[in-house]
């Protein structure tokens, strides 16, 4: 399976960055006297001009990192750290899974983020500042100029052996992908070969940021947002749903949660699919307790707000919420709420709530399709 | 696509900007080479605007050389005045010594490692004195016709100084000749005296050799009779007889130097990098890559093996295989060299000296201490003046000392005859000390020892073609021969590095290496192990 993860100006910056690293890296070492190749002044007409390139290269990919957001790429991660050490040294041998998947939201294992965050931040602009003060600020006999080029030479070239040390790793590095090649192929043609459960776990990634940046759509609009409308539409059409039917008569074949809360927040009904969704083995373990169960402390403020303003009348739609099932894992659905009525008194809330799951399921199958169709295209017009 | 050429085109732009200031460079340096202030050859317009064989008072039968001067003098009224107080006629000038206060020295009065001091000396070092008759010190420096004027001026070729007759010429010479053709100072009469300083050829500059009266663009790019064919006075510009240019053998304070940029201006290299350099190193440290190129020049000089005579106690002569003098008993022994490579050293335009005064405080001795440092740039320009690298010849030695009172010495090593305890004649270190010592009226323990000493010649002359320059390695080397070996208070590329950061990187390398290769080879090998395909 092939997953499309790398974007063409990544690309583009990933081998220019290639190019200009390795004319560096040789002129540079010419310079320093550890060789001759190309002359002293050609090495150091080179080294200046590459330099320069370089710096142009990098304002251009920061610029691209921050308007695409991509920057949050090397935000640092704890998360699976030790996991994805312990696979280099001893998984990678035994022929255990990678801890970590490549994701298009999340490419890099926490290793790569802490190690290209590092060159990112410290390396690149060390370089950067040293070269440029030991071709600019050596010289002038007047305004500021440098006591002596020892430091920042001593800097530029310790910078140059991790540099050298880095691409070294590196290179070696994306020969542990699905194939030895897969990774490089990745990095020239966009397209990375990845097993089954790396594709499926890419595309719920994928659609789990989709859903993400709906919902920040939804808190900061007062107003109904039309995408999630169009999303849950979508979902309900494919699980049967009608909207003009009452909850508890769809709510049997639906697959959807309904759920029943009294006015001091007790619940009183809970169907089956509901008590499933949020992992407890019957509807009786929720019976009577507290609706607080369900939500982690910061969200629960969020709930009782909704709850309240439903208690008063109203009714809420389709709001998107992270659930915290009854194992501690983390969950995403869509919740709907009305007022309960007896007579002219609200006397709870009652509501629906819809796994994403449902959607992402479907949508991934539906993306799974057009890669593979896309890719026996490509294959056919290459042929 | 499109906009990925467009990015290549961007991110490669810095390289089309660089080249194309780098092409310009490959164009013929004989026709871009950038000039202010010069005439070029080609362009010189020779006119004669005064024929002095026209002169009556040239034609007068001259009974003593003075008569010449006087002649001069007469319509030339006022020179005398000019020539006065030049140093070629006082011998000495004030300066203020590096670090130390204002001090009258010259010629006359200061010692160099070569025939040591002209003081008891005066009537053969005289030779070289534009003047008639300073055999000792009642020479009348203010009686104006004891100028010799014939000497710089003589067009003819004919006029000579004779040795040891305290600056007359010979007898017989026709002075009606020399008289009649006078002109600008040509390369031969600067050269009279400015190669042949010390006592032979090129003994003491090593840059200023006979050969330079018709030499080739290889020995001297200025000078070459095959080039522009410059005579000394086109960079040593001269008004009123005040003549630019100094040496810091005798010199100590940064002025009425002759410069390279006052004809190729601070920026004459099309490459800025080079330019740049130019801050730091004097241009004549590249430009002179050898000195002593037609002819050797001394590099040493041992006056403590001097004495040696033959069994009927005649003084010897002994020559090295290129005919240069390597022992004289009046001298002691000598090692020349050709094609040499300078030394270099820091240098900002100030000079201390040793006087005869002086204690000597380290050994070698330093006669004139070239001051300068890395150090000496930006702020500290304004106190102690810029240092650049210049290309030094050194003059090494070993002269005769005072042991007691621990200073130089003045030696008297020339008289007419024997008897008058001069070294070249007697041989009797002693008395010749002795002798030197009350002519200059300082104190002299009777206990003298010889110490060695070093000299230091800035090098300016004989610069070489474009082609012959230093390049970049000749530098930036870190081979023990790289030209900057020894100029080590400053890092260089190419020459310098941290032997920590560059072990500890290498070991990094190796070690990343190798782990590669060992993780590399566990996979292959464990691959039976993998659960993918």
Redesign the interface.
């Known amino acids: 399976m092939k997953i499309y993860i790398y974007q ?2 990544e690309r ?1 910056w990933h081998w ?1 960055q290639v190019l200009l690293i390795f004319t560096l890296a040789i002129t540079g070492l010419e ?3 550890t060789f ?1 190749l190309f ?3 050609t090495a ?2 080179t080294h ?3 330099s ?2 370089l710096i ?2 990098v304002v ?1 990919a920061i610029f691209w990192h921050f308007t695409t957001g991509e920057w949050r790429q090397y935000k640092p991660s704890m998360k699976l750290l030790k996991e994805q050490i312990e696979y ?1 040294i001893t998984g ?6 990678h801890p970590t998947n490549k994701l298009v939201y999340n490419k890099f294992n926490p290793l790569q983020r802490f190690t290209y965050l590092g060159l990112k931040i410290l390396v690149i602009p060390v370089m950067g500042i040293t070269g440029l003060s ?1 071709m600019y600020l050596n ?4 305004g500021f ?1 440098l ?4 430091i920042v ?2 800097l530029h ?2 910078g ?3 540099l ?2 880095f691409v ?2 590196h290179v ?1 590095l994306t ?2 992908g ?2 030895p090649l897969s990774a490089i192929i990745a990095m020239i043609t966009g397209w990375e070969e990845v ?1 089954e459960k790396g594709a499926r776990a890419m595309l719920a990634d994928e659609l789990e940021v989709a859903l993400k940046i709906t919902k920040a759509r939804l808190k900061t609009d007062s107003n109904k947002s039309e995408l999630l409308d169009t999303a849950l539409a979508e979902t309900e059409e494919k699980l049967g749903v009608k909207k003009d039917e009452k909850f508890r008569n769809v709510v049997a074949n639906s697959g959807a949660g309904y759920f029943r809360i009294n006015c001091e927040g007790i619940y009183e009904e809970v169907n089956k699919a509901w008590a499933s969704l949020y992992k407890f083995n019957s509807p009786e373990d929720v019976i009577g307790k507290h609706y607080s169960l369900s939500r982690s402390p910061e969200e629960f403020e969020e709930l009782e707000i909704t709850f309240n303003k439903v208690r008063k009348g109203e009714t809420i739609p389709h709001g998107e919420v992270t659930r915290i099932c009854q194992d501690g894992t983390v969950g995403h659905h869509t919740v709907t709420m009305t007022p309960v009525v007896q007579g002219k008194k609200v006397v709870g809330v009652e509501g629906f709530i819809l796994d994403t799951t449902a959607r992402l399921l479907a949508e991934k199958e539906l993306l799974e399709n057009k890669i593979r169709l896309e890719q026996i295209l490509a294959e056919r017009d290459g042929k | 696509m499109k906009q ?1 050429i467009y ?2 085109l ?6 089309s900007l ?2 194309a200031a ?1 092409s310009e460079e490959g164009v013929d340096v004989q026709s871009t080479i950038k000039l202010v202030n010069y005439v070029k050859k080609a362009d010189r317009v020779n006119r004669k605007v005064v024929d002095h064989s026209k002169f009556s008072v040239l034609k007068q039968d001259f009974k003593r050389p003075q008569d010449v001067t006087l002649a001069c003098l007469g319509c030339h009224t006022e020179r005398h005045t000019e020539i006065m107080a030049n140093n070629h006629w006082t011998w000495t000038r004030t300066e203020k010594l590096n670090g130390r206060g204002e001090v009258t020295l010259g010629k006359k009065n200061i010692l160099n490692n070569f025939c040591i001091g002209t003081s008891s000396n005066r009537e053969t070092c005289t030779r070289c004195h534009i003047g008639y008759g300073w055999k000792d010190e009642t020479f009348d420096f203010n009686e104006k016709e004891n100028i010799d004027c014939l000497v710089c001026h003589d067009l003819s070729g004919i006029y000579k100084k004779e040795s040891g007759k305290a600056g007359y010429p010979y007898e017989g010479i026709n002075l009606n000749v020399v008289a009649q053709s006078v002109g600008s100072p040509k390369r031969e009469n600067c050269g009279i005296c400015h190669y042949w300083g010390g006592g032979g050829n090129n003994v003491k500059h090593g840059d200023l050799d006979k050969a330079m009266n018709d030499c080739s663009r290889e020995v001297d790019v200025h000078m070459g009779t095959d080039g522009e064919d410059m005579s000394c006075i086109e960079c040593h510009i001269t008004e009123n007889h005040n003549i630019t240019g100094k040496l810091y053998a005798l010199s100590s304070e940064n002025k009425n130097r002759v410069t390279c940029s006052q004809c190729h201006t601070d920026n004459p290299h099309q ?1 800025d ?1 080079i330019n ?2 130019g ?2 190193i004097a241009c004549q440290t590249c430009h002179i890559p050898v000195y002593a190129k037609a002819n050797s020049t001394k590099m040493w000089w041992d006056w403590s093996s001097a004495g040696r005579l033959d069994e009927e106690g005649n003084p010897l002569h002994e020559t090295d295989a290129d005919g240069n003098h390597n022992y004289m008993s009046i001298k002691g022994t000598f090692v020349w060299d050709q094609n040499v490579k300078p030394e270099y050293y820091w240098f900002n335009g100030l000079a201390d000296h040793q006087l005869i005064t002086d204690t000597i405080s380290e050994i070698p001795v330093q006669m004139n201490t070239l001051d300068g440092a ?2 000496d ?2 702020a500290n ?1 304004k106190t102690k003046g ?1 240092s650049k690298i210049w290309p030094v010849k050194v003059h090494r030695g070993k002269q005769p000392y005072d042991v007691i009172n621990n200073t130089l010495v003045q030696v008297k090593t020339y008289a007419k005859n024997k008897g008058e305890h001069a070294y070249w004649k007697d041989f009797n270190w002693d008395e010749s000390i002795a002798a030197g010592m009350e002519y200059v009226g300082l104190p002299y323990s009777g206990e003298y020892g010889f110490v060695e000493t070093e000299m230091y010649w800035p090098l300016n002359h004989q610069v070489s073609p474009a082609s012959q320059s230093l ?3 000749d530098c ?3 081979s023990t021969d790289g030209r900057l070996a020894s100029l080590t208070d ?9 032997a920590w ?2 072990n ?3 070991i ?2 190796i070690l ?2 190798i ?2 290769c060992i ?2 080879g ?2 292959i090998i ?1 691959r039976k ?4 395909d």
């Open positions: 063409l100006f583009f220019m310079i320093h006297g001759e002359g002293y002044r150091v007409w200046d001009t590459a320069w390139s142009v290269l251009f280099y990678i041998f035994k022929g255990a899974e030991y010289y002038p006999n007047q100029q006591a002596g080029l020892d030479a001593y070239t310790a140059a052996y991790i050298i040390v070294i790793a070696y020969t542990t699905h194939k097993d | 990925i990015l290549v961007i991110i490669l732009f810095p390289f660089f080249a780098q490459d990098l740049k350099h801050l730091r890395y150090s740039k930006g320009c810029c390049t970049c390695i930036h080397t870190n400053f890092y260089m590329p190419g020459r310098d590095s941290n950061i560059d500890i990187g290498l990094l390398i990343s290496f782990g590669v993780h590399g566990l996979r464990m192990n993998c659960l993918h």
